[in-house]
């Protein structure tokens, strides 16, 4: 099954909610996507605040 960035997703991109430390736009919508997709986000960014964000995994 794939999980393409569609327009039903990325409208949901405003639920995400405020990350003081990571302002990145590309990034915040890859944590958007791995959130309302369920899927584990893979990176080795350690800005990435894995208990702000309910739902979210991270594999670094």
């Given at each position: 099954?794939?999980?393409l960035?569609?327009?039903?997703?990325?409208?949901?991109?405003?639920?995400?909610?405020?990350?003081?430390?990571?302002?990145?736009?590309?990034?915040?919508m890859?944590?958007?996507?791995?959130?309302?997709?369920?899927?584990?986000?893979?990176?080795c960014?350690?800005?990435?605040?894995?208990?702000?964000?309910?739902?979210?995994?991270?594999?670094?």
């Open positions: 099954m794939k999980y960035l569609d327009a039903r997703l990325a409208a949901g991109f405003s639920a995400l909610p405020d990350i003081p430390k990571h302002r990145d736009p590309f990034d915040r890859l944590i958007w996507q791995a959130v309302a997709t369920g899927h584990v986000l893979v990176s960014d350690r800005k990435i605040e894995t208990d702000a964000l309910p739902g979210l995994k991270v594999l670094w």
